[in-house]
């Protein structure tokens, strides 16, 4: 992902917007950590939106999530079923985002997350990214245990046969 020989500043807007698409379709496992660790980092600087974020997913995840779907939840001798317990963690999600600062920390964090990943996706060259085994792999990772994308139309590295047969 970080490879200084594979960086340069594109000559055109559609050179751009082609890397952009192409980049975010092959790391998007690693801009999606990008984007966490930019809203997690953002979050860090207010403490009580942190805390309120954390019980909020703490909540998605214990009452939904993680939750068997063929298990009801019993509060108190009740049985709740699904649609209220999605009801009530959206309605719950709603009332923390809006009516505390959360939102607004998390749109921050989030907008400076996609502006890390633009930028990255502009200035990586596409053109080391070669396909092996019908995906698409940076030949640095080969062998490792990365994820690679199969790109419809790509060609495979051995052989220069197209994988849409």
Same mark, same amino acid.
């Given at each position: 992902m970080i490879?200084?020989?594979?960086?340069?500043?594109?000559?055109?807007?559609?050179?751009?917007?082609?890397?952009?698409?192409?980049?975010?379709?092959?790391f998007r496992s690693n801009y999606a950590i990008v984007a966490i660790c930019a809203l997690f980092l953002s979050l860090l600087w207010h403490p009580v939106s942190f805390i309120l974020c954390l019980a909020v997913a703490a909540a998605w995840l214990f009452l939904y999530v993680l939750r068997n779907g063929g298990d009801p939840l019993v509060v108190g001798g009740q049985v709740i079923g699904q649609k209220t317990v999605v009801t009530s963690l959206l309605?719950?999600?709603?009332?923390?985002?809006?009516?505390?600062? /959360? &939102?607004?920390? $998390?749109?921050?964090?989030?907008? =400076?997350?996609?502006?890390?990943?633009?930028?990255h996706g502009a200035v990586r060259e596409t053109?080391?990214?070669?396909?092996?085994?019908?995906a698409v792999?940076?030949?640095?990772?080969?062998?490792?245990?990365? /994820? &690679?994308?199969? $790109?419809?139309?790509?060609?495979? =590295?051995?052989?220069?046969?197209?994988?849409?047969?």
């Open positions: 490879q200084p020989q594979s960086l340069a500043i594109p000559a055109t807007l559609p050179q751009s917007i082609d890397r952009i698409k192409a980049n975010v379709a092959f309605v719950g999600t709603m009332v923390v985002l809006f009516f505390t600062e /959360v &939102a607004e920390d $998390i749109v921050v964090g989030l907008f =400076a997350g996609i502006a890390l990943i633009v930028v053109g080391d990214l070669v396909a092996v085994g019908g792999q940076d030949p640095a990772a080969i062998g490792s245990s990365s /994820v &690679a994308i199969a $790109i419809p139309g790509s060609y495979q =590295a051995a052989g220069n046969k197209n994988i849409n047969k």
